[in-house]
């Protein structure tokens, strides 16, 4: 089975509603074709690094999936082309680096910083 991660901007204008339900047609359309998700994040709606279609925000989501075969991905981002309320799309092919990299940072190994022990403080020099 491969694994892929597909992310992609859903216009700022539509309702709360109306972006939740966007990003459901596509997970719908994974798990119809018998794709099994693994993990769906959803962003927000952040600033875009340059305008699309007059935007300059927009709805980020993100899906990791597994599936048989890669067909599937033409058929997405077909749809993802037809849709006017998708901006733009990046449908990725995870290798065992970026699927450990996935999961440690579901699991907060990752971003996390380390917080020095009491022995250590004590040890720094201060600044007089």
């Known amino acids: ?15 709360g509603d109306e972006i939740k339900q966007t990003a459901a047609m596509y997970t719908d359309h994974l798990t119809n074709n018998k794709c099994s998700i693994v993990h769906i994040e959803d962003w927000g709606i952040r600033q875009l690094a340059y305008p699309i279609n007059n935007r300059t925000s927009g709805a980020y989501f993100t899906v990791e999936f597994t599936t048989e075969n890669g067909g599937i991905i033409s058929e997405l981002e077909l749809a993802f082309r037809r849709d006017e309320r998708v901006l733009r799309y990046l449908t990725i092919s995870l290798d065992k680096h970026g699927v450990k990299y996935n999961q440690d940072k579901r699991a907060g190994l990752i971003g996390k910083k380390k917080e020095k022990s009491a022995k250590q403080n004590e040890e720094a020099p201060t600044a007089q």
């Open 1 to 15: 089975m491969k694994q892929y991660e597909c992310t992609f901007i859903i216009e700022p204008v539509l309702s």
